[in-house]
């Protein structure tokens, strides 16, 4: 059987305490043993979290937006090269069985809404996404997460019940 | 010079008043004699707006997500065919000169991220997409508007903007 | 009922003699009343065709490879943005009724490729693919022209074709 | 540094002779360290050559059609889901290291096309594309290999030569 994938979409930009929640999530995704995909990017939540899966073991998938390495996470085991801009961003959520949406902005959003309309659980670690997605917050498909930790407990739940559905 | 090609997005499920204001809507782009875009469906916004561009002379793009037209709305002159399911989303926002937003789930959702992640100029018209996006309103980029009529006032002021930049 | 829409392809190198051929090909795909589609460029066969389109009264659209208009046409009547690079070239295909390819070199190759494989009727102006594609000649998927007036007539048959069936 | 990835294009019907050559393909290509990524299909080359992978050890890469995982090869160990149909044969193609091509159709002709657009290294396994690509074989960026040892070989010495650019 496929080891899990889970999807961790945040912004490039480097925030201090966001990363370091990022880097811890990426470690905490490693030690259960499941994939970590994200955008393959080498700063913000893309580069902190690639780095923390490696730290602890893991394997890491960057899906990039263009047609070469150039400005990828070194910490990538496989970089996707999709030449495709904004568009890998659908690939991102459909290959993620579970995606965990750290702080960021329009292109996480994006993500966030992508994933949804997908059928894909998220999990939204640390911020909201507003009222524009609160219909799928009343019906469990949205959660938020206040810890890398209860991030990935939530993740486990949702993995469980894939493998038995 | 190319004319102005005015995306609107919005929901596939039909809601009699804002499929009205749709239909408003798309009349009001054909008597600018702008072209719109949509995402060529058969119900809903997509299809209430075509509806009023081809009453009033108008054309209309389609991006549609499959390989085939089945499913298009009638009121397509023009239906492009992707094959890509929701990574035609991108195309939507990077074709339009400027994004209006109608009410709509995820999809509709994505589309507004995508296009504020472009850099395009975003009006909702008759709703609001919710704190997660607040940072791009307190800039200008996305705005709202209460009718039909003063979405395509807006959306004059970008263009006469465009084309003089 | 939709305009046809006719893909012409091929490359974006300037051949002064490929290029005369493009351009009527382009002029009587216009006098026909077809929609003539391409990818866009400012070279080559795209630019020629486009040339020839637009002389004779006709609606060009281009499918390009980036995000904005640099490096288009200027016969353009719409401008689809897509950027995803040579991931456009599908879409190129799906959208076309009717593929004519001029010469060119690998990119075209691909279109000519994945529109046999998308079950689209090929023509070849003034070229063969090669021993690679020959049973598609067998079947008739792919044929022949060697003018742009004998390749709009093979075209012709396949359109009244598409309208019966 | 990453693994070099080797990508495997191929038809999807079945063919005992074909099919026996891609899995000793696959195998090869796991004895070296190598990932092998393809269209991850359970058919054909696709599924010969992941099953020839697996069975030595390796990692395989599939980069799926759909948006979910049916009809995938057993054999993956990472299903990239794209849902966007053909246009994932552009993310193949850029992906991979080098690509070899074993026999197949219209598909795999489009794949061998877009990786010479791209600039890619391309090796034919037991078949010739024809004329249509010949001025690839004259520059040496598209080469023929009798055997799936010949065409490992040749691969190796490509990868050498981009570890030392």
Redesign the interface.
């Known amino acids: 059987m ?2 899990p ?1 889970l999807g961790v979409m945040g912004g490039g930009s480097n925030r201090p305490a966001v990363d370091a929640e990022a880097r811890q999530l990426g470690a905490l995704i490693a030690e259960r043993g499941w ?1 970590l995909l994200n955008g393959g990017g080498d700063g913000g939540v893309m580069a902190a979290s690639a780095r923390g899966a490696k730290e602890h073991g893991g394997t890491v ?1 960057g ?1 990039l937006r263009g ?1 070469t ?1 150039r400005g990828a996470s070194p910490d ?12 890998r ?3 991102n959520v ?2 993620s069985d579970v995606v965990i949406a750290c702080p960021g ?3 996480t ?2 993500e966030v ?2 994933a ?3 059928g894909k659980r998220v999990i939204l670690l640390g911020w ?9 917050q009343r019906k469990g498909q949205l959660t938020r997460a206040n810890s890398a930790n209860e991030a990935v407990e939530q993740a486990a739940a949702v993995i469980a019940d894939l493998h038995e559905g």
Do not use: C, P, Q, Y
């Open positions: 496929r080891k994938i994939i998938i899906i047609k390495t990538l085991d496989i970089a996707i090269l999709t030449g495709m801009g904004d568009a961003n659908v690939i459909l290959t902005r329009a292109g959003m994006s809404a992508l949804l309309n997908s909201d996404a507003g009222d524009g997605l609160a219909r799928f």
